[in-house]
Structure formats: structure tokens, C-alpha cells
């Protein structure tokens, strides 16, 4: 059900927003000059190619940075769960033991030596 719903909304914005980059696309073919200083590189190309290209790279910059900030809170997240995991598991294992410790005994086996200190 909710791949659907996902469909549904990824069609409802996504459709829009490409019809909206092809009408501005459309309307904003006349060449522009392009020039990547420092580099000797001068190339001319249709002004929605230039603006969408810099509005995709823009995005892949950020994005970029925000994972690379984000690392350490991945990696905190990371090492809290580790050990939630090893509390978890120790927690487990004293539980078994407390069980064992308090388990009846069985009066048929021989009670256990105790030594005079």
C-alpha cells in the first residue's frame, strides 16, 4: 500500500516540476557564452542548459556537505547502537544466570560440599 501512496506523490510533484523545467527550457533557448576562468575554456550553450546545470551542481554540492557534516553523527548513531546491542546481550546472559541461580533443587541429586573455612 505505501508504494503505491509513494508512486502517487512522487508522480504528483514530480510531474509538475518537469513540465515546469521543459517550459523554461523552452522559453530560454538563446545562447549564452560561458567562460570556466582561470581555465582558457570559453564555450557557448542554451541559457536553461547553463542554469540547470548549475542548479544540479549546486544540489550535489550541498548534498556532499551535508553527508560529510552528518559523518559524526552517523558514526555516534553508530556506536550507541554497538552498545545498546552489548547491553542488551550481557543483560541476556545475567538473566540466564539469575535463572539458574534460582532454579528448585531436585532433592534426589546430593547436596552440594560445603567447606568449613
Known sequence: MKRGIGK???G???IPIAA?????AIA???SVAVDFWPL???IEMPLALVLIVAAIGG???AALIHWLISAKMRWQVHQVTRRAEDAERELALLRASQTRALAPVDPQLPAPHQHAD
Open 8 to 10: 502517487f506523490l512522487s
Open 12 to 14: 504528483l510533484i514530480g
Open 20 to 24: 515546469l523545467v521543459v517550459a523554461f
Open 28 to 30: 530560454n533557448r538563446q
Open 40 to 42: 582558457p575554456i570559453f
Open 59 to 61: 544540489f550535489l554540492i
